[in-house]
């Protein structure tokens, strides 16, 4: 069973849906025609070329090309995590680095060794596309802990410090911060994982039915890649936040100040 | 008991200290006065490490706060300011989230020695069930106050504590802490309770002068 191609007319077609939502626009003066358009461009551009990109790494399927690859697919969710919160880059992108390509590979080595069973553990097809869909939905998850950690201990200084004059550790202290603010990276992930199948088809199970795939091997890949999704957003969050602390809390316990973009 | 030695600090530009002297003996009851801006407050940072000085050094008894000190400066010392931060659950849960840090854990939070502290202060047992953020400032000053004497703490900085208070209570807080020759005490208060007692010796911020 093959996917059926879509030609380049057709897609044109699916181009020409667009007319709804510029219509609309229009109509009700939604002032969205450009930004939409703009996007819709940029998304076609994008996966374009990342196709053309693909077809060559899967066709040569060199585990150094795969592995690098990844690191450069780290990066760009590394900067995109950092321009999301309100840290200033140069202060936190050696942890933030450390702690994303500590979870996306534990985990990737992990499924691919002992779950998939791969012969070649870099091969394109599973590292890539796996690390694309961990590190894809940790970032937000990533962003909402490190962003509400110290956003919350600043905003909160007051009590922050007093409990420190309680004589609480630096470790005490900052414990009820971090409980809230992983709790709250999780939630969309462990809410989501509660009505998966019922309320939407996930992506994953979506795109490798279409693929060929039947149903039961789908679902089998998309229990796998929720678990891994918690996982790796749970351990990345721990990390990033517990190795930003040095760079981000004086010896006395107080928070840096410099650390925060204006 | 403390000592601030040659105090040069400045907030945005703006010099608050330049050169501050000031020593408090152990079991000295000290007032500080001067307008407000003056830097009281920035004064108890100073102690606790939440301020570090430009310039300068703080001695707690004889031993220089910096940041390997200063840890043990904070289980030694009480501060309690008029808008205390108490957390945001019940009461009764704050007070076993203090009792439950590692520093405390031969601190005394049972039932008998709260309620015996809540009766002295005229606090009702039930305020225990309540939330933090329903009491008024004067009950969350007085529970950090109780929280402050669980702890045996032997030096206070207190910043306006008693601002809340009725007249009565007023006096039976400042004499609690005035009048137990243990403790030392350093108080920011516009209430005369604290600046009459005859304990009392008075700091002036803006001539940097012993007044008493």
Request: with cysteine.
């Amino acid at each position: 069973m093959e996917t059926v191609d879509i030609s380049i007319f057709s897609l044109g077609l699916v181009f020409l849906l667009l007319a709804v939502p510029v219509g609309m626009s229009v109509y009700y003066r939604l002032n969205m025609t450009g930004a939409m358009l703009f996007s819709v461009l940029r998304m076609s551009l994008q996966l374009f070329l990342i196709g053309i990109f693909l077809k060559y790494l899967f066709l040569w399927n060199n585990p150094f090309i795969n592995a690098a690859w990844l690191i450069v697919m780290i990066l760009v969710a590394v900067f995109s995590a950092i321009k999301g919160s309100s840290m200033k880059a140069k202060k936190v992108l050696v942890p933030i680095f450390i702690s994303f390509s500590a979870a996306t590979f534990l985990i990737l080595l992990y499924i691919n060794v002992f779950v998939i069973r791969l012969d070649m553990v870099f091969d394109a097809r599973y590292l890539i596309v796996l690390g694309g869909m961990l590190l894809g939905n940790s970032l937000r998850g990533n962003i909402v802990g490190i962003d509400s950690f110290y956003r919350s201990i600043r905003k909160d200084s007051k009590r922050y410090l007093y409990s420190l004059s309680l004589g609480a550790s630096h470790h005490e202290a900052y414990l009820p911060y971090l409980k809230e603010s992983v709790q709250l990276a999780l939630k969309p992930t462990v809410a989501s994982m509660a009505t998966m199948g019922i309320v939407a088809l996930p992506g994953m199970m979506t795109g490798a039915i279409l693929g060929g795939a039947s149903p039961d091997v789908a679902i089998k890949y998309q229990i796998m890649i929720m678990i891994a999704i918690l996982v790796s957003t749970i351990l990345s969050v721990l990390l990033t936040i517990v190795l930003t602390l040095k760079v981000c809390f004086t010896g006395y316990g107080t928070l840096r100040e410099d650390i925060f973009e204006k | 008991m403390i000592k601030f030695d040659k105090i040069c600090l400045s907030f945005d530009g703006k010099k608050i200290f330049s050169g501050l002297d000031l020593e408090i003996a152990s079991g000295e009851k000290v007032v500080l006065s001067g307008r407000s801006g003056i830097g009281k407050s920035s004064l108890f940072g100073l102690v606790l490490g939440f301020i570090v000085p430009d310039s300068g050094s703080v001695f707690f008894d004889g031993v220089r706060v910096d940041e390997k000190s200063v840890w043990d400066v904070r289980k030694k010392a009480a501060f309690v300011d008029q808008d205390v931060s108490a957390g945001y659950g019940r009461l009764g849960d704050w007070f076993s989230s203090v009792s439950g840090f590692k520093a405390n854990s031969d601190a005394d939070f049972s039932d008998d020695r709260i309620f015996e502290l809540m009766d002295r202060l005229d606090l009702k047992k039930d305020l225990l069930g309540k939330n933090v953020s329903e009491l008024s400032g004067g009950e969350r000053q007085r529970s950090a106050l109780i929280v402050s004497l669980i702890l045996k703490r032997k030096v206070f900085l207190l910043d306006e504590v008693t601002s809340a208070l009725d007249k009565e209570l007023k006096k039976k807080v400042a004499a609690m802490f005035f009048e137990d020759a243990d403790l030392t005490v350093a108080c920011v208060s516009h209430d005369p309770v604290w600046s009459e007692s005859p304990n009392a010796r008075m700091f002036d911020m803006e001539a940097l002068e012993w007044k008493r």
